[in-house]
């Protein structure tokens, strides 16, 4: 099998890299990422050496349509994985452009290659913030309407449902997953879980938005790149498929759990004015995965955070060099000069 994963120097691609190749012997992989800020080329140096002939990295735009479709000429792709998006709803309320750009065209870009190259299967990761935000009740279904209040949601809901278009439209093999909130290993840290992890450590203060009621159903990485690939394999097509980590939580519960596990004051906590158009909670019913594929969250919420915390503790050089911008540097030592 012939893989193009798009987006796999970032958190949940490195993440799915590392599952393929650990766990899928006959898959080779193409890793198409532009290495925007949430790009980190180090996330996946050590791959080709590891899994000898089976990982390629080439750096590219997922809405550059010559870039694509001279990717797709020179591999015959069995499957596209499209991780590739602008994933942060705090920095698509600064500026939404190239959220429009890359989690829309991107999209459209992608599935037009894929239809012209006749790819055996796309699949595209969507989110549970396509469907907006739910009361103190209830959890979302695949057949819910797609409702986002952010400009990352609703840009990613057009991507989702473009995807839905090719499969009606034209026939092209394709199918959804929309996944709850991730964490585990590699999360840039502009995200909740690892911010506050660093900011913990380094005794620094931890930006709560609003109350810190809000809820967000968390799961461990590892749980989503085994249901990606399930979906990859078996997921019917034209369908989409939410999953979850069963695992709700208001946001200041997270935040005390690893002043907890830090052993870190609560008095670092501090509140701050709240996001703009902030979804109140999120929450998934994960059922039609569950019946039609077998697939269900193995990691509890409080082993994941635990493997979580040792790990940002284990790699701190990993994040300093993202803290002083450092990282970026890599790209340029190893290809630089090519
Ligand atoms: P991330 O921001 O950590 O990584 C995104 C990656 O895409 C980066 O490596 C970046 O360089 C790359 N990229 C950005 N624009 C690109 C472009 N135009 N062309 C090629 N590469 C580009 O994001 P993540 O958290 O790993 O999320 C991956 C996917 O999963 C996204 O589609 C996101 O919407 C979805 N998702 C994320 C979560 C979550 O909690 N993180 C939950 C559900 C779904
Ligand atoms: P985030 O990790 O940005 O994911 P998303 O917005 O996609 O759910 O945020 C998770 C929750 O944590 C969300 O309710 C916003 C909140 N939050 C804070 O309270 N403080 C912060 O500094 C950040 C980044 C998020």
Not at 314 to 332: A, C, F, M, P, V
């Amino acid at each position: 099998m012939k893989v193009l994963v798009t987006g796999g120097s970032g958190f949940i691609g490195t993440n799915l890299l590392r599952y393929i190749l650990e766990n899928r012997s006959d898959w080779s992989v193409v890793n198409l990422d532009l290495l925007t800020y949430a790009g980190n080329l180090e996330n996946t140096m050590d791959l080709a050496d590891a899994y000898p002939g089976r990982y390629e990295f080439v750096k590219g735009d997922i809405a550059d349509h010559a870039c694509v479709d001279a990717l797709f000429s020179r591999h015959s792709f069995d499957l596209v994985l499209n991780l590739a998006a602008e994933s942060h709803v705090d920095r698509s309320i600064e500026d939404s452009g190239i959220f429009v750009r890359t989690n829309i065209l991107g999209v459209q870009v992608l599935l037009d290659a894929a239809r012209r190259h006749k790819v055996g299967r796309f699949l595209h990761v969507s989110t549970d913030e396509v469907y907006g935000s739910l009361g103190k009740e209830g959890r979302f279904r695949e057949d819910f309407h797609l409702e986002p209040n952010s400009p990352y949601s609703a840009s990613k809901a057009a991507g989702d449902l473009l995807v839905r278009s090719y499969v009606k439209t034209h026939g092209l093999d394709a199918v959804v997953t929309r996944c709850s909130n991730n964490y585990g290993p590699y999360q840039f840290p502009e995200k909740l879980i690892p911010l506050m992890v660093i900011n913990a450590f380094n005794d620094r203060d931890l930006p709560v938005y609003g109350e810190g009621r809000n809820v967000r159903d968390w799961i461990f990485v590892d749980d989503h790149c085994r249901g990606i690939v399930m979906v990859a394999e078996n997921g019917r097509c034209g369908e989409a498929y939410n999953m979850g980590g069963d695992a709700e939580k208001e946001n200041i519960q997270i935040v005390r759990l690893i002043l907890g596990n830090l052993a870190k004051p609560d008095s670092l906590i501090r509140f701050v004015t709240d996001r703009p158009g902030h979804d109140f909670r999120y929450a998934m019913d994960f059922a039609k995965i569950e019946a039609e594929l077998g697939w269900q969250p193995e990691f509890g919420f409080d082993e994941g955070l635990k493997k979580t915390i040792a790990w940002y503790l284990d790699n701190q050089s990993w994040w300093e060099k993202i803290l002083s911008g450092t990282y970026r540097h890599y790209y340029e030592r190893m290809y630089g000069s090519r």
